[in-house]
């Protein structure tokens, strides 16, 4: 711990109100690329690795689930035992994880030792992700919190879209194992610039020390909570099984393409988003979840045609691609002092909903058609407009 970092008073290191600190906001962009990256990766190189582990595809996939496990399981407690040190050194410890976990995945043959590490890397996931919000929103003056918030989240659909891709492509060129080798040097590498250029924050002193009861019972959260909620939970329905429900119109061999107009489009709802969010939260928020349901009664009523298909990604991408940033802008105003277990809240409800997704579309899947998909997002939606409008407090 530097001096300085234990001199700054809790709230916030010095602002500056006039401008975002954009080399520090990119270093965060980055570790949430890095997290991403690490976490999804495997579903690009998901036939190389299964042949040359002799293991199934299945087995393999199951490296993503405990990733997922490991931040969900732990984030919480994660957060309430380190909420008293400093932000910045623990940041780049969860970002040095990501290399200490990545450089076990580019050597070792043992797949038990994959899970125990991939289980540690979603542990280091879970905190990041605690962290990354509030920390963006401690650099700058209030009135620029949900722009510095979107800067930092970019990262996100930058990995869905480019960086899985990419990173599918290098594979065929120079190996999986690189790949998770060369992700392990750009973590060392994101380290030494954090270090560089994030401001010390400090931790919480112990007196201001909450619980989750005091946190889901200010003003409007728990209704922030649960929007998000549904909202990942009708994504994740979909986006999980978007292989056989774009097969319906016949336009699989162009499932890549779809997925990066997604991620094109996700990529403008943030930037929108951004320059938006600390007048227009509550709006943006409404006519995201409006856009998300638009998209999804078009796939629900035109299944099998390519045209709508295309129009209805890019307009779910519009809706869905803000999200994230409203709802952790959201958390860290609401949750005042207990940002980063406000935010932990965030990364457990986020997992949930990805597992939950995963599930009921696979119930859905099996028991009827995909074509049936884009209905359950139908009135997941429409819960989430019922409960995100009325909400006033949720969005100021």
């Known amino acids: 711990m530097s001096a300085a970092d234990e001199a700054l008073p809790y709230q916030a290191c010095e602002p500056a109100p006039s401008r975002l600190p954009m080399l520090g906001l990119l270093a965060l962009a980055c570790a ?27 087995a393999v996939g199951q490296l993503t689930t405990v990733y997922a496990l490991g931040s969900l399981l732990t984030a919480v407690p994660m957060v309430k035992l380190t909420s008293h040190l400093p932000r910045r050194p623990l940041l780049m410890a969860a970002i040095l994880g990501f290399a200490l976990v990545n450089s076990v995945m580019a050597w070792t043959g043992s797949y038990t030792l994959m899970l125990v590490s991939r289980f540690l890397g979603g542990v280091a996931a879970g905190l990041l992700w605690a962290l990354l919000a509030g920390y963006a929103s401690r650099m700058v003056a209030p009135q620029l919190q949900g722009r510095a918030i979107a800067v930092a989240m970019v990262g996100t659909p930058l990995a869905m879209s480019i960086g899985i891709p990419a990173g599918t492509w290098l594979s065929q060129l120079i190996g999986w194992r690189w790949v998770f080798g060369l992700m392990s ?40 909570y649960v929007v998000m909620l549904l909202a990942v939970l009708a994504h994740n329905v979909l986006y999980t099984y978007i292989a056989p429900f774009v097969a319906l119109s016949g336009a699989q061999d162009a499932l890549d393409r779809l997925l990066l107009l997604f991620g094109v489009s996700s990529v403008v709802s943030i930037a929108v988003t951004g320059a938006l969010i600390d007048r227009w939260m509550r709006a943006l928020m409404g006519l995201g979840m409006a856009l998300f349901l638009l998209a999804a009664v078009a796939m629900a009523l035109w299944p099998s045609s390519q045209v709508v298909l295309i129009g209805a990604v890019a307009i779910w991408g519009l809706g869905f691609g803000g999200a994230a940033t409203l709802i952790q802008t959201a958390v860290a105003r609401r949750s005042g002092e207990q940002q980063d277990l406000g935010q932990s809240l965030v990364v457990v409800g986020w997992n949930l909903a990805i597992a939950g997704g995963g599930v009921l579309g696979g119930v859905m899947l099996k028991s009827a058609s995909a074509a049936l998909l884009p209905w359950v997002l139908v009135v997941l939606l429409v819960l989430t407009l019922w409960v995100a409008v009325p909400a006033k407090k949720a969005w100021a």
């Open 185 to 224: 040097i750009l973590s060392v590498a994101l380290v030494a610039w954090s270090r560089a250029a994030l401001p010390p924050v400090p931790g919480v002193p112990a007196q201001q020390h909450g619980s989750l009861r005091e946190v889901l019972g200010r003003p409007g959260l728990l209704a922030v």
């Open 32 to 58: 949430s690329f890095i997290t991403v990256l690490t976490e999804c990766i495997v579903a690009g190189l998901l036939p190389a690795m299964s042949r040359d582990l002799g293991i199934s595809a299945a």
